[in-house]
């Protein structure tokens, strides 16, 4: 059973759409996390979620909202998506915030045309 | 949380051990050191994490030094699924859990 997955795999869009990438994790963890990898391959946070809270939002432009409908779901929506959004993104789980390994889904290939 | 500085390269053969320095001479008390590694493509994978003793699991082997600036990750028997960019992070606890990655060692396992 996957741990962490997250849907689409890939998302091809135009400029100026708004669109979700979903993220579920079955480990029963409290803490789900959204990072971004960009095309120089640099990995960095956007968001934290701690039973359902937010605790860190990075520099991240407000057309980014994050939505935990339960601690199991941290869907990523995007509105009037930009060409500078193009990224793979990741979604992360841990047991709880602080000092805990994260698990990483298989992330999401982001192309906006 | 502590910067690190990581080789951008190194190649291993199969079979042999690699081993992937890191220096992190700034790191503080309360900061672990934590290895992830991402093979191409793939989400990051959690691989072995210490706070200032050496740690073993069936991943790798982690050696800090006593002074804690520095660090080495050991994988005893490379194969070539081991290709893979490893990122060595120093990170510390609280409810800002956040993970600072850098450029991380691109390993090139060769046959």
């Known amino acids: 059973d996957t741990a962490v997955s997250q849907t689409p795999k890939y998302l091809v869009t135009q400029m100026g759409n708004d669109k979700s990438i979903k993220c579920e994790q079955n480990l029963g963890h409290d803490t789900m996390y959204w990072y971004k990898q960009d095309s120089k391959k640099f990995l960095k946070i956007m968001f934290s979620y701690n039973n359902k809270e937010l605790i860190i939002n990075e520099t991240v432009p407000n057309r980014f909202s994050p939505k935990s409908p339960d601690k199991a779901h941290l869907n990523l929506h995007i509105n009037s998506l930009e060409l500078g959004d193009s990224a793979v993104y990741f979604c992360a789980s841990s047991r709880l915030a602080g000092q805990e390994t994260q698990y990483f889904g298989p992330g999401t290939r982001l192309l906006v045309l | 949380d502590a910067k690190t500085t990581q080789p951008t390269s190194m190649d291993c053969a199969e079979g042999r051990a690699a081993n992937l320095p890191c220096n992190h001479s700034?790191?503080?008390?309360?900061?672990?050191v934590y290895w992830y590694r991402q093979i191409h493509s793939q989400g990051p994978q959690y691989i072995i994490h210490?706070?200032?003793n050496n740690e073993t699991n069936e991943m790798a082997s982690l050696i800090i030094t006593e002074d804690r600036k520095s660090s080495t990750l050991i994988l005893p028997h490379a194969t070539l699924r081991d290709t893979a960019v490893y990122y060595c992070i120093a990170r510390r606890g609280g409810n800002n859990n956040d993970m600072r990655f850098g450029a991380g060692t691109r390993l090139t396992v060769k046959p």
């Open positions: 700034t790191i503080s008390g309360n900061e672990y």
């Open positions: 210490g706070l200032k």
